[in-house]
Each structure stands twice: as C-alpha cells, then as structure tokens.
Nanobody
Framework: VQLVESGGGLVQAGGSLRLSCSAS????????IGWFRRAPGKEYEGVSC????????QYADSVKGRFSFSSDNPQYTLYLQMNNLKPEDTAIYYC????????????????????WGQGTQVTVSS
C-alpha cells in the first residue's frame, strides 16, 4: 500500500486548496481512507474519513461546511477540497488507509489507520 499526498502550500485566510492523495497497492472499494492533520504542538486530528463499506463520510466539527472529501476511483486518487481556510487550519495533512473489515466501527481516529503517506504542509496566513 502506498499513499502520496500533494497540493499543500501557503494560502491567505479565506482562500482554498485541494489536497490530493494518490493511492496504490490496494483495492479502494475495500478500504477506508482518512485525512488527518497535525498542527505544531498539537495531537493528530481526524479531518475527514471515508468508509467504503457503507459509503459514509465523516468530518471534524472544525471543518464541517468548509472541507469536502471526494475520490476519483478509477484513478485511485482521493481529494480534500478545503475552502474558507483559517489560520488554525495550518498543519501537516496526511492521507491514511486501512482495510474496512466487517465489524470495524469506522472511527476517524489515527490509531485505527495502518497505512500513511508522508504528509503535505498547509500554511494559512492571516
């Protein structure tokens, strides 16, 4: 399993970015995909998680209405569209994956995910 993020950068508050996660080595239909972030001095936060088992998408309260998860299944690329960015969104953003097995609760928790990309830095200036 390999995950490679791209699309990070520096943007002014109120601006937008779209992060991409190129996935390979597994069948997307059987996996859960999550976007996580870690700001300096803070713990990992589950930003958005997609569970292929039921098609559900979860969002952290801090990003609801501003961020949107999507996928281009034939190309095995996942996206995180981030609009109306705020300085507090500044963090390293990671794409992660795990097999969505029967009985798994679908938690958007970093400890639930096995495979991780290298991360991409997002910086939002005020």
């Amino acid at each position: 399993v390999q995950l490679v993020e791209s699309g990070g950068g520096l943007v002014q508050a109120g601006g937008s970015l779209r992060l991409s996660c190129s996935a390979s080595g597994f069948t997307l239909d059987h996996y859960a995909i999550g976007w996580f972030r870690r700001a300096p001095g803070k713990e990992y936060e589950g930003v958005s998680c997609f569970n292929s088992k039921d098609g559900s998408i979860q969002y952290a309260d801090s990003v609801k209405g501003r961020f949107s998860f999507s996928s281009d299944n034939p190309q095995y690329t996942l996206y995180l569209q981030m609009n109306n960015l705020k300085p507090e969104d500044t963090a390293i953003y990671y794409c992660a994956a795990r097999e969505s097995v029967s009985g798994w609760g679908g938690q958007c928790d970093k400890d639930e995910y096995e495979y991780w990309g290298q991360g991409t830095q997002v910086t939002v200036s005020s």
